[in-house]
């Protein structure tokens, strides 16, 4: 739990929304390695309109006309052309809630909405507030990556976002992480 200004805002979002469960297995400094559960997702990939579409998809435009619970976190993964410049795409993912697999998962209408399944794996993430800008994650960023090169520790992938609050959130009390698979 990360105590922020002096208001515990995990407990105040896991009581609106299913946050994914994940074990700590080591920390270094700020950077928690976690062990996440295999988990299924909806994204978009190449949209600027990727959040409108996942949230339509959650709430029953889909082939079943399911309503899905909103999970936590969202994750956001811009796509890397040349460091540290960022392309203005990238893929958004929302996580589905524990009781769906892959087979249960609603269908998309929308063809832009895919239906993934992300193998249990090990990763390391870095917690901070604020709003969320290009400049705060390339900040973050680098210093996760920091702490895992003091390490030696490998990464594999690109670092991507893990965003738990709705927008209408203090900056000051968001959750945020920046995050990367590691070996």
């Not at 619970?69 to 052309?81: A, C, D, F, G, L």
């Not at 929302?94 to 909405?113: H, N, S």
Request: proline letters at 5%; one cysteine or more.
């Amino acid at each position: 739990m990360r105590a922020l200004a002096g208001l515990y805002v995990d407990e105040v979002c896991e009581s609106m929304v299913e946050t994914i469960k994940y074990e700590i297995v080591r920390e270094i400094g700020k950077v928690e390695v976690r062990r996440y559960p295999k988990i299924v997702i909806a994204k978009v990939e190449g949209s600027t309109n990727a959040f409108n579409l996942l949230y339509r998809f959650i709430t029953g435009q889909n082939r079943q006309q399911a309503k899905v619970k909103m999970t936590t976190p969202v994750v956001s993964q811009q796509i890397q052309m040349t460091s540290p410049v960022l392309s203005e795409t990238g893929t958004m993912a929302f996580v589905m809630p524990a009781e769906y697999m892959l087979e249960t998962t609603p269908e998309p209408l929308d063809r832009r909405v895919k239906i993934a399944e992300i193998p249990a794996r090990l990763v390391a993430a870095l917690c901070f507030s604020g709003g969320w800008s290009e400049s705060h994650f390339e900040k973050e960023t680098q210093e996760l990556l920091n702490e895992l090169a003091k390490e030696k520790i490998k990464t594999k992938g690109n670092v991507f976002t893990m965003l738990y609050n709705p927008p209408f959130i203090p900056g000051f009390l968001r959750r945020n992480e920046v995050a990367i698979e590691i070996e």
